[in-house]
Each structure stands twice: as structure tokens, then as C-alpha cells.
């Protein structure tokens, strides 16, 4: 087991790697001159805007900042973005906000989901079952902007319920409509997928063995029918939380959550290299991280699956 | 409005609440200005993340410029109609134009205690002009003498020539040539002076800048992407002084969630209303929306180095492009009213300002006059029927999109030549083509005043080899107008000579002025007594509570 767990480790490596290489890259191709678009309509005084790429090591050849970026990371000094704050304070005022936004998306869309679904497959071809249906694809259906606006205006605005965007904690009371924002999308699949899963298992012959045994029906459900069908859900969950940090973009705008997203997206567009690698680099891990810890938890769920050799 | 009766019991209930538990509004000083209003209210308003650290030198773009005009004062500064105003100068004096003796009142501090002097300013201005330094509104130091050394890149010196300091008090300027509107110029934020730590350690101090504004920066003040928190300043003195217990920038990704607040009164002022709410926003708002013309307008530069744009053809295809352009049409169709369409190449809040320059009918409609221009220039240079006329515009923010789409589509209408939008994906990438003149057609340019006066629509653009002349326009005859402009005894005089040159701008037409700026905003229903200046930015100061 740990053996695994450390050769996972070391695979994190080549995608680290891999990882900073390739956004480096796309972002040092994005046109346009960084600097230049510092002096907006205003006139470039030459000498400011080469002391400027001096500083951010933009006068360099491509090679030649990507090492200069790598040998920061391993001293630990991300560099500066263009406001001259360090990138890893940056990084540590985001990521936290990100991340309690979508931790707090992926226990709704996984509570709600799983237990819709669960019903859902146990009743299938009722009325609830139909319902729940019709509401997941319609879900799937409208873009998350126009979900993230409607629920704005309707909660936000109209009603008063909550307020339309996050105050400056962005506290989890203020999160709690953003993260529903952002995780109606997988909670309509994380539902679909329980209720297929339990369907399938409902008729396996070990859940026709367990209730032929006497047990009751809820042991039934909890132990042989839930258990075994949350196998391929936990996988789609452990990709999602990856999928929700990143792409939280749009809900951030919506409800102005000041995270990942909102800084990313500055930074892409003022071409600041240093600060997208290193918001990319932190998200691609996370991936990994979640990734493996999906798989960790396989063997938890079904003892069949063992990493031993 | 629909929801108004139940925001309306929510507001009682509020009431209620607070009467029961016995803690009413603290500030009942309802009444104490002369234009009366709660002044123990703060202010809640829209910002964005400033660019760069809030040095005065330093930034230049809106989100940053705001912060800093509030916590600095400078020299002068301009009333809402865009007058100077003395601030800190006791006196401004210059006869010929080019050497100038300023004044500085005394008894004068920074928040940190430190006395404002003569030096102060000298100090400050030589930092933010040497090259050493970077500074990016380091330009606008560029008429002082001694500039050039100072700014050359790699130069090692520190100090403009120009600049002398007389007494604790006193201090002189000498330009390199004459300028008359100079002395206007003192108002922009470039030009306030700060304490010497500063100068020491700039970065450090544009975390946490120590101004002598109307406002100081509150403890821990600036939380990057989230909010930027103002207090009053107690020791400020000047004009501008603070009606409100003070004003927190809250900083928004996007207008239309700011918007949103606005309307459920999570926001006190909106200074722009976005593109979406522009329909609605007056049934939304009532009357709490202000509709006023502002210093900056819109045009499209036309690059003079494409060769079927360059020579009398040029001219004549410039005029009739103008002519075929309905501004009225598109400033009442696509911005509701949100433009006014131009009359000239500066903003009618300006000091000088005219609508009827000699040439000026270049700039109306008429679909006749527009196809027989462009007749004569293809008697003289056929235009490719292949050809594709493009309007470029940076398509990351602003909108120009949809305008640019009802001009592409009137040129073809009325001229029956290919037209075409080009969108830039980002600001950055339109610039770097056209600092680096290798723009394929004409591209959008928009000017906002750094300073209010017409020279500066017309100099920084216009001149020959001028920093943002992007239409690459070189006119020796226009460069001379504008000299005499800057050479003349009197401001009046100054502006007459600067419509002078104007004329021939309006036949030349470098580039083809659309509409003026006009600042539509809007603010909640817990806050009164807001009004826009001349550059468009709500007066913060003036804001008070109901």
C-alpha cells in the first residue's frame, strides 16, 4: 500500500513538470506585449517598459524564463505579479476561498445527489423516479450562467434571501447559493449516475442472496446495494473536485467571489505568466491529489480491489 | 417598481427591530452640511483591483487612480465643472508661459505627520521621472526641463533641472518650452507629492500609501481583490473635504453583479451602469440616476502609413467614411442616449469647448456628400472592390462590439465597400498593433482628459510622432497651431488657437470622431447628494447618508 501510494507520489513529478512546461508556454504565446498594454492609451516610455521586462524576466528567450520560473518555485519565491505582491500570497488570499466554495459545492451535489438517486433507483418507474429525471435533464440542459443570473436575481434580488454576491469574508452562509451554482451541474449527473448503478445492482445476485437470507431491507440497501454502487460516483466526484476549483470561473463572476477563478482570469488577460503557471500548477495538483484518493478509496468500498504488489 | 412592497416591510421590520433593542442609527447628524444628509454614513461603491501598487507615479489605470485622487491632494485640484482649484498651492505664478513660482501653504502634513514642503514635491517629481524607477505616469513629467536626461533609459540621473527649490515653502519650474495650459496640468494625480519613505521604499508604500487627501487608507485598508476602505482624513483642509465617515471600494469582477447589488441596496453607488441594465435602469432606479457628458470621447484612427489611406484619396475616403456615419442614429439606438455625438475632437465639458468649428459638418450624416468623397478618391486611386475596410476593438471589455457591428453596417449601406468588424481577444493584443504601427485598417480609440483641457485631446494624438498618435498622422502645419496654442498669453487665447488647429483636424480627419462620453450611474436609496465631475468619477466626498 504505501509502496503505491509513494509511486503515485513520484508520477506527480513528470506532471508537475509537464504541467508548468505546457501553461508556460500557452500563456508566453498569448499575443500582445504585456508591458505595453501596462500604459494602457498612454504613450510606452521606452525606458519604464524595459525596466519593467527586466524585472519580470520578459526580455528573456522562452527557455530562459521557464528556468528562471522553476528555480523560483524551488527557492519558494513564486516571484511578483504586477502589483508587486508576492504570487504566493496571492495564492494563499484565492485558493482558501476557492476551495471552501467548492468543498461546499461537492457536499451538495454528493449528499443531494446520492440520496435523490439512491430513491430514485429504489422507486424506479415511479413518480418520483420520473420527476427527478425530467429535473436532472433540464438541469444538464441550461448553461450554469443562466442558472447562476436566475438564481441571482430571483434569491438575490427579487426575494432578498440572500444577498447577490459574497461580502468580503466571502463567509460560508454567503457561499451557500454560489456553491449550489456551481454544483447543479454534477449534481444532476452524480444523481443519474446512482440511480443507474443502484438499478443494476438491485437485480445482482448477491442483493437477491442477502434479502433471500432475511435481512432487513435496509441492511439490503446500505450494505449490498448503496456500498457497490458508489463505486463509479466516488470516481466521478474525485474528478469533479479538480473540475468545480477550476472551473468556478463563471460562478465567481456571478456572485463575485473573490477566489481562483477571478485572479486566473485577470492574469490570463494582463498576460502575467508567473501568476497563471503557478494558479494552474496548484489546481493541476489538487487533480492529481483528488485523483488519488479516489483510488485509495476503491479498496475501502470493495475489498476485492487491492494494492498489494 | 414590482418588489418594492416587500423590500419596503423588510425595511420595517428592520425599524422595528432596531427600536425594540433601543439601538437607533447613531449618526442622527441629519442636517449638519449645508446640503444637509447623514454624515456618519460610509459609503459603499464599485472599484476594481488596482494594477499596480498605489503609487501616484505609478498608476494609471481607473481602479488605482480612483484610490489615489482621494488620498492624495495635490497642487490643485479640479471643482465638478473641471476649474482648478488651489489645494496646497498658496499661488501658481508664471507670466511667460514657460518658468513658473509655486507656492505651497503652509502648515501642511501627511497622515504620518510628516510636513508638506517645497522639497516634498520636488522629491516626489524628480522620483517619478527618472528612469531608474520605472514609473509608468512618469511622461507626464515630460515638459519639465531636464526631463529628457532624467528619463533615458539606463540614465543614472535623478533629478530634472528644471526644478529648483527657493525656500521650505517655495519652488520654481522651468519648462523647455512654453506651454500656457501647464499650470492646468498640476491636478492630476501624477503630480501630488509623497512623504520621503515613500521615495525609499516604494513598493512597501504602495501597500499601504500615507496620502494627504481628503481620505486616508484605513488600517489594513486594502484587501487585494476584495475591498479597498477609506476613512475620512481629520487634518485635510482643502476643497474636497469629506462629507461621509468614509468610503470602502468594494471590488467587482463584472458591472452586472454590482448592478445587481445596487438594486438590492448592497451597493451605495454604481458609477457605470453595465450595458445590460442600460434599457431598465431608469425604471429600476427612478430617479436616482444621473445621465452627465464627461471629459473623454470615441473615435477611429485611421493609420495614415496604409497607402490607400494616405494622400488626398486618403482624405477624401476618411471624409466620406465620417459622412457616412449616423451618430445620432447609433448614440440613441445602441447606448440609449448614453453617447452624444461628436462635434469636434475634444468633450463640451472642457473649458472652450465649441460645436460649430469650421469643418465640423464633416462629422454629420450625409449619405450624398459621403458617396460623392468617395467618388472623387477613386477618380484619383481606384479602391479595390476586393478590399475589406476593417474596424478593429479589443472584444475583453468596454462593448465597442455592438457599435462597431452598426457602423460596419452603415459604411456598407452607404458606401457599398466591404466593412468589417475585427475583434482584438484582449486590449493588450490591440495596442501592441498599434504602438508597433502594424495595424491592416483603421482601429477604435477612445481618450479619456488626464487633465481637463483641450490640449490634451489634441497634443498627446495629434502631433507629429505624439506618443498615442496611432494614426501615425504628421502635419506640420497642425503641429505649428498647436504651438501657437501653448505659446498664448492667456488661457481664452490658448483655446481659440487650439480650435484654430482643430479645423484642420476636421478636414484632415486622422481620425474619426463618433461620440462623447457620457457618465450614466446610479445609487441606492440610502444614500444622497451625488453628483459626477468633470471626468466622469462620482464625487465620493460629497456623498452623504439620507
Excluded at chain 1, 528573456?60 to 528562471?68: G, K, N
Amino acid at each position: 500500500m504505501s509502496t503505491y501510494i509513494l509511486k503515485r507520489f513520484l508520477q506527480l513529478i513528470p506532471v508537475f513538470l509537464g504541467a508548468t512546461l505546457l501553461v508556460y508556454f500557452l500563456v508566453f504565446s498569448l499575443p500582445g506585449d504585456p508591458i505595453v498594454a501596462l500604459f494602457g492609451d498612454k504613450p510606452v516610455n521606452e525606458a519604464v517598459a524595459a525596466k519593467l521586462r527586466m524585472q519580470y524576466h520578459l526580455d528573456q528567450p522562452f527557455w530562459m524564463q521557464y528556468l528562471l520560473y522553476l528555480k523560483s518555485i524551488f527557492t519558494f519565491d513564486l516571484g511578483q505579479d504586477f502589483s508587486g505582491r508576492p504570487i504566493a500570497a496571492v495564492l494563499g488570499e484565492v485558493f482558501p476561498v476557492t476551495a471552501r466554495l467548492a468543498i461546499m459545492a461537492l457536499i451538495f451535489e454528493a449528499f443531494f445527489g446520492i440520496v435523490f438517486g439512491l430513491i430514485a433507483g429504489l422507486r424506479k418507474g415511479k413518480l418520483f423516479d420520473a420527476t427527478v429525471l425530467v429535473a436532472s435533464l433540464v438541469v444538464i440542459g441550461i448553461p450554469i450562467f443562466v442558472l447562476g443570473f436566475l438564481l441571482q436575481f430571483t434569491i438575490g434580488v427579487q426575494l432578498g434571501w440572500a444577498k447577490p454576491t459574497v461580502s468580503s469574508a466571502a463567509t460560508i452562509p454567503d457561499l451557500i447559493l454560489p456553491a449550489i451554482v456551481l454544483g447543479l451541474g454534477s449534481f444532476a449527473y452524480v444523481l443519474r449516475l446512482t440511480r443507474t448503478s443502484v438499478i443494476e445492482n438491485m437485480n445482482a445476485d448477491y442483493v437477491r442472496t442477502a434479502t433471500a437470507k432475511g435481512l432487513s431491507r435496509f441492511q439490503v440497501v446500505r450494505v449490498h446495494i448503496l456500498r457497490n454502487s458508489l463505486i463509479p460516483v466516488i470516481t466521478f466526484l474525485g474528478a469533479d473536485l479538480g473540475a468545480l476549483m477550476g472551473g468556478a470561473i463563471v460562478t465567481e463572476g456571478i456572485f463575485n467571489v473573490p477566489g481562483v477563478g477571478n485572479r486566473l482570469y485577470r492574469a490570463v488577460l494582463s498576460g502575467e505568466g508567473p501568476t497563471v503557471v503557478s494558479i494552474v500548477t496548484v489546481l493541476v495538483l489538487i487533480y492529481c491529489l483528488s485523483n488519488l484518493l479516489v483510488d485509495l478509496l476503491y479498496g475501502w468500498l470493495d475489498p476485492r480491489i487491492r494494492y498489494d504488489s | 417598481m414590482r418588489f418594492s412592497r416587500t423590500s419596503k416591510a423588510l425595511g420595517m421590520v428592520a425599524i422595528a427591530a432596531l427600536a425594540l433593542t433601543g439601538c437607533g442609527a447613531s449618526g442622527s447628524a441629519t442636517g449638519s452640511g449645508s446640503t444637509g444628509g447623514d454624515t456618519s454614513k460610509v459609503i459603499l461603491a464599485d472599484g476594481s483591483e488596482p494594477q499596480r501598487p498605489l503609487m501616484p507615479a505609478d498608476t494609471n489605470e481607473v481602479g488605482g487612480g480612483k484610490v489615489i485622487d482621494m488620498i492624495f491632494a495635490g497642487l490643485v485640484s479640479y471643482d465638478p465643472s473641471g476649474k482648478p482649484v488651489n489645494e496646497l498651492a498658496e499661488s501658481i505664478e508664471g507670466k511667460d508661459g514657460q518658468h513658473f513660482t509655486i507656492k505651497v501653504k503652509k502648515d501642511q502634513k501627511f497622515t504620518n505627520g510628516e510636513a508638506i514642503t517645497a522639497k516634498s514635491f520636488v522629491d516626489s517629481w524628480n522620483f517619478g521621472a527618472a528612469a531608474k524607477n520605472a514609473q509608468l505616469s512618469g511622461g507626464f513629467f515630460e515638459s519639465i526641463k531636464g526631463y529628457d536626461e532624467a528619463s533615458a533609459e539606463g540614465s543614472t540621473v535623478e533629478t530634472m533641472s528644471g526644478l529648483k527649490v527657493v525656500d521650505d515653502q517655495t519652488f520654481t519650474v522651468e519648462l523647455k518650452q512654453p506651454e500656457s495650459d501647464w499650470p492646468l496640468r498640476l491636478g492630476y494625480t501624477a503630480f501630488v507629492p509623497v512623504p520621503s519613505g515613500a521615495l525609499k521604499d516604494p513598493k512597501g508604500f504602495g501597500e499601504k500609501p500615507v496620502g494627504n487627501g481628503p481620505y486616508k487608507l484605513a488600517d489594513g485598508g486594502w484587501q487585494h481583490n476584495v475591498q479597498i476602505q477609506l476613512v475620512p482624513n481629520p487634518d485635510y483642509s482643502g476643497p474636497r473635504k469629506a462629507k461621509n465617515a468614509g468610503v470602502t471600494f468594494k471590488i467587482y469582477q463584472n458591472d452586472d453583479s454590482a448592478y445587481q447589488d445596487l438594486m438590492s441596496n448592497n451597493l451605495d453607488i454604481l458609477q457605470t451602469i453595465p450595458t445590460s441594465a442600460l434599457k431598465n435602469f431608469k425604471s429600476d432606479l427612478g430617479d436616482r440616476t444621473i445621465n452627465k457628458p464627461y471629459a473623454g470621447n470615441q473615435t477611429i484612427a485611421i493609420p495614415e502609413y496604409l497607402p490607400e489611406w494616405s494622400g488626398e484619396a486618403g482624405k477624401l475616403r476618411r471624409q466620406a467614411i465620417s459622412m457616412a456615419i449616423n451618430r445620432e442614429e447609433i448614440t440613441k439606438v445602441i447606448f440609449n442616449g448614453a453617447r452624444q455625438p461628436a462635434k469636434d475632437f475634444t468633450a463640451p465639458v472642457l473649458d472652450g469647448y465649441s460645436d460649430s468649428i469650421a469643418g465640423a459638418e464633416n462629422l454629420t450624416f450625409n449619405a450624398d456628400k459621403a458617396k460623392e468623397a468617395w467618388a472623387k478618391a477613386d477618380a484619383i486611386q481606384k479602391w479595390d472592390a476586393n478590399k475589406t475596410f476593417t474596424i478593429a476593438y479589443n472584444a475583453d471589455k468596454g462593448g465597442h462590439k455592438a457599435w462597431v457591428e452598426a457602423v460596419v453596417n452603415q459604411l456598407k449601406n452607404t458606401l457599398g465597400i466591404k466593412v468589417e468588424g475585427k475583434p482584438y481577444a484582449t486590449f493588450k493584443e490591440a495596442r501592441n498593433d498599434a504602438t508597433a504601427k502594424t495595424l491592416t485598417g483603421s482601429i477604435r480609440a477612445g481618450w479619456q482628459a488626464d487633465y481637463p483641457s483641450l490640449y490634451n485631446f489634441l497634443g498627446p494624438i495629434y502631433k507629429t510622432g505624439a506618443g498615442s498618435n496611432d494614426a501615425s498622422y504628421a502635419n506640420p502645419t497642425f503641429d505649428k497651431a498647436i504651438s501657437d496654442g501653448l505659446n498664448a498669453a492667456s488661457v481664452s487665447d490658448g483655446n481659440k488657437a487650439m480650435n484654430k488647429a482643430q479645423e484642420i483636424l476636421l478636414t484632415d480627419l486622422p481620425a474619426i470622431p463618433l461620440w462623447y462620453q457620457v457618465a450614466q450611474g446610479g445609487w441606492s436609496d440610502k444614500v444622497t447628494n451625488v453628483d459626477y465631475g468633470w471626468d466622469g468619477v462620482p464625487l465620493y466626498y460629497n456623498v452623504t447618508g439620507k
